[in-house]
């Protein structure tokens, strides 16, 4: 099993694939299979890491104060480990906010950057959200917790079309759950992470993505972070609630793997028909969301 020390802790990790670096970063659940739909798209022209969070999968499960910063520098960590100096980068959801740190604080270590499902500054929607889970856990326990995500991560259409799957993922879901403390830390880290108007300040090349449907941090927060970050891309998803690279694989990996490589190549990017750079109500039900 490949583990990387790291100082006070340890990363599991994968590699797959040759070519440029590229470093996937997952989100709150903070394990590397989130990526598994990715990888067929991403594997032919770059050499793809993902990595367990520290405290959650199988990294080391360290009673420490999590903080954006922290993970951050975990990431670097690992890629140090690796021998690698620049990579490309990918987060979604806290990986977008770890991606967010580094631009600020390591920019000559980024080629380029995609921020999925991410955001730029809290405001009470966001707040709300996250200190709901927050007393979800804490009153509830981690089995109203886990039985509650499906409201935060999923759109309706997909939630009632998939309650087999759903029972599946979420039994997988708690069997690997971080213990509270954990888990606890890590959602006050991102309640704390609201960089706002520094990030006009940032040069690193970078694509926003988002869901019109993300409930979690829906469109608002995507286009905010897309008018703080210089020069940047937006591509709005039609349907695929926060999960929608998991969700709407084919067409996130379309966006994602399509502008990765117009930045390693040099080139223009064209952004695909199906995605928008406004939003605007979709009105899409389960079945027309099949096929954009």
């Known amino acids: 099993m490949p583990i990387m020390p790291i100082r006070d802790g340890a990363l599991y990790y994968e590699v797959h694939g040759t070519g440029a670096p590229l470093l996937l970063v997952s989100g709150l659940g903070g394990v590397g299979s989130f990526w598994a739909p990715q990888l067929p798209a991403l594997t032919q022209d770059f050499r793809v890491v993902i990595h367990d969070h520290r405290g959650t999968g199988k990294s080391s499960r360290d009673t420490i104060t999590y903080a954006i910063a922290q993970m951050a520098e975990d990431v670097l960590a690992l890629a140090d480990g690796l021998g690698i100096e ?16 580094l631009m600020l604080h390591h920019p000559k270590r980024l080629a380029a950057a995609v921020l999925s499902s991410g955001w730029a500054r809290k405001d009470p ?82 694509l926003v993505v988002c ?23 937006l591509a709005i998803l039609p349907t695929g609630g926060h999960f929608n690279p998991t969700l709407c694989a084919a067409e996130f990996n379309q966006v994602l793997a399509g502008w990765l490589l117009a930045q390693l190549n040099q080139r223009p990017w064209s952004r695909p028909a199906f995605a928008r750079q406004d939003t605007r109500a979709v009105g899409m039900n389960k079945k027309a969301s099949a096929s954009f």
């Open 211 to 233: 869901a019109d449907d993300d409930h979690l941090t829906p469109p608002h927060f995507s286009l905010e972070l897309h008018r703080l970050l210089p020069g940047s891309g």
């Open 86 to 101: 620049t990579f490309h980068f990918a987060g979604h959801s806290t990986g977008s906010a770890i991606g967010q740190y």
């Open 125 to 206: 929607w966001f707040d709300r959200c996250f200190a709901a889970r927050e007393q979800l856990l804490q009153l509830g326990g981690p089995e109203a917790y886990v039985r509650a995500q499906a409201l935060f991560l999923y759109p309706p259409w997909w939630v009632s079309a998939n309650a087999p799957e759903l029972d599946r993922l979420e039994a997988a879901q708690r069997a690997s759950l971080p213990p509270a403390a954990i888990l606890l830390s890590r959602i006050a880290a991102l309640m704390e992470w609201d960089p706002g108007d520094a990030l006009t300040a940032t040069s690193t090349p970078a």
